[in-house]
């Protein structure tokens, strides 16, 4: 052993210990370790910093761009609705479907990115549905993962596994060669979940955005069920306003918006007329929205309506809670006549004054400094009361006030930087292309795409680049290899499979999955020559096992998830151990059987 590679070996165990016990940010251990390869002598200068360029990381800014600019033109709708209507509110079905559809995705696209399609639907979900973030996010990054492994252009390593074999004059695998043993591997991933993933993952993430809409619902016990109607021709409401039909007063029934002609009207004023052909949104009771419907002759609308694509989901118009600013001008007045909806645009649904909490018409009632008063609007009106010189703003805004609604120019932006990415361009580059076309068609601003990187991943995964390229450069990877191999040469073949899988598993932690598969391939060949076993097999479960990521968030798709989903190192190696045990598990098994 010389001494860099106890240099390299001394700071691998620093890092894993501070990752394990969580004493610093896994972004600022991922730092210390960039900046002490390069002041230790392991690195150049340049090669500490390579990271912050390298294929990996820009592909990963690239594809949080991209997943924002997806959830911004309202391309997440369009995903989440076929969802939900299969699996309903059932968290379980949901992780089903989402981590099937991912890893089916991950087969024959970088698993990245397909990722990086489902991230914004998922967080959709949570904000609508109540879908714990925690408990869904890390089953579908594994799913994604997994799926990479379900044919031989699924992942780096098995890309590149075929051009090592050539390069040994040793048969190339076909396209679905690996196929059984990925299909296996996904779907023990998605059981594994199904079954243990209430137990394994955290409940809810405390301090993310999509929970203060449902923290809110809950506070106030507010209404939830939004019924859409059509007003036909000869109906009895024709003709009426919104207040002489009394809707709030005798139904408890709120209008929160009303389309005709293609317009949207939000909240609309108490003289609005009622006419022939105009749809409307009502928030209540079912029982209450059939008794109205009936007594107008009402014709009820599914989810395709217009006004039910606009206002399920959250992604335009939410509630909010405005408390009346003690010098307020409209201390003393009643809704009446401060006219808020005509003024503010929003919709009223409950008042508290002081230990009093009103739900039927307030509209009289005078408001107090310091009354509550809980509305539903647009979060574009809804932003402007943040300088409101009445009202206090107590609500955060939960979705972007200037959505683009391109949902086909941002889905064929996605689709044109990962067909770049198909079609032999370098990843990062074909993903940035396709961020880039989105900033440039409108869907999204620069501003916006540099606001949607998080950079604690960005430096996570390039601070630990120059970790793997000091292993590489310094013998330490060789070194770890070879001493563990010749410990089980002549011993049983399983244990042999056994080693080479979890030296695989350890380096693709610490390095590239694609650069653990080029160093340990040639020495798996050799070692197989001098055990007399077949080389093919050994080397394609190197391929597969450098997939075999979940301990820690090193992985792209682990690192663009852990922000979102509120994980701690912890988190993935509590769930992530016993994956990796069962995914080694089945990976020796499966290509020992099967194709040894």
């Known amino acids: 052993m010389t001494y860099e590679i106890a240099l390299v070996l001394a700071l691998i165990g620093v890092a894993s210990l501070l990752l394990i016990t969580e004493k610093l940010r896994v972004d600022v251990v991922a730092m210390l370790v ?12 340049a090669q500490a910093f390579s990271g912050l360029a390298s294929n990996a990381v820009v592909a990963v800014m690239a594809v949080m761009m991209l997943s924002y600019g997806l959830d911004r033109s309202g391309v997440t709708q369009h995903l989440t609705r076929p969802i939900m209507r299969l699996a309903g509110r059932s968290e379980s079905r949901i992780i089903v479907l989402m981590s099937a559809t991912v890893g089916a995705l991950s087969a024959f696209m970088q698993n990245v990115g397909a990722a ?20 869904t996010l890390m089953p579908v990054g594994f799913a994604a993962i997994l799926g990479g492994c379900l044919t031989m252009v699924g992942s780096g390593p098995l890309i590149i596994l075929n051009d090592l074999l050539r390069q040994r004059d040793l048969q190339p695998y076909g396209l679905f060669a690996v196929t059984p043993l990925g299909v296996v591997l996904l779907a023990v991933g998605i059981g594994y979940f199904v079954a243990f993933g209430r137990r394994l993952l955290p409940r809810a993430a405390s301090g993310t955005a999509a929970g203060h809409q449902t923290e809110l619902i809950d506070a106030w016990n507010l209404p939830t069920s939004t019924w859409y109607f059509a007003i036909p021709v000869h109906s009895t409401l024709e003709g009426k306003t919104r207040e002489t039909a009394r809707l709030w007063e005798n139904h408890n029934l709120h209008l929160l918006a009303l389309e005709e002609k293609g317009d949207v009207l939000y909240a609309p004023w108490r003289h609005t007329v009622f006419r022939a052909g105009q749809q409307l949104a009502l928030l209540g009771e079912r029982e209450d929205a059939t008794r109205f419907a009936a007594e107008h002759r009402l014709q009820e609308l599914g989810e395709r309506c217009r006004l039910c694509s606009l206002l399920q989901g959250g992604d335009e118009a939410g509630f909010a809670e405005l408390v009346v600013r003690p010098r307020a001008a409209i201390k003393g007045h009643a809704l009446r006549d401060i006219a808020l909806r005509k003024t503010l645009g929003v919709e009223p649904i409950l008042l508290m004054s002081g230990l ?27 932003a402007t009361l943040q300088h409101d010189r009445n009202f206090l703003l107590v609500s955060p805004i939960e979705a972007s006030t200037r959505r683009s609604r391109r949902p086909v120019v941002a889905l064929c932006c996605f689709a044109l930087g990962i067909g770049l990415a198909l079609s032999g361009v370098q990843l990062s580059l074909g993903l940035l292309t396709g961020a880039l076309a989105m900033v440039l068609l409108r869907v999204m601003t620069i501003d916006d795409a540099y606001h949607a990187i998080d950079w604690r991943t960005v430096f996570l995964l390039a601070g630990l680049i120059p970790l793997g390229i000091a292993m590489e450069t310094t013998g330490a990877a060789a070194y770890i290899a070879g001493g563990a191999t010749k410990l089980v040469a002549g011993e049983n073949p399983i244990l042999l499979y056994f080693t080479i899988g979890v030296l695989a598993t350890v380096f693709s932690l610490f390095m590239s999955n694609v650069a653990a598969t080029v160093l340990l391939v040639p020495l798996t060949i050799a070692i197989a020559g001098m055990a007399g076993l077949e080389p093919r097999p050994l080397a394609l479960l190197v391929a597969v096992c450098a997939s075999n990521s979940f301990i820690l968030p090193t992985h792209q798709v682990n690192a663009l998830f852990m922000g979102p989903g509120g994980y701690h190192n912890r988190d993935y190696l509590k769930a992530g151990g016993l994956m990796s045990i069962l995914f080694l598990v089945c990976a020796v098994g499966i290509v020992y059987l099967c194709y040894a």
């Open 356 to 382: 009093e909490e009103v739900r039927s018409d307030f509209s009289d009632m005078p408001l107090n400094a310091g009354d509550t008063v809980v509305v539903f609007g647009p979060w574009s009106t809804l």
């Open 116 to 135: 990086a399609l489902f991230l914004p639907a998922l967080l959709r979900l949570a904000r609508t549905n109540g879908l714990s973030l925690p408990r």
């Open 34 to 45: 960039m900046l002490a390869a390069a002041w230790l002598g392991l690195v150049t200068p």
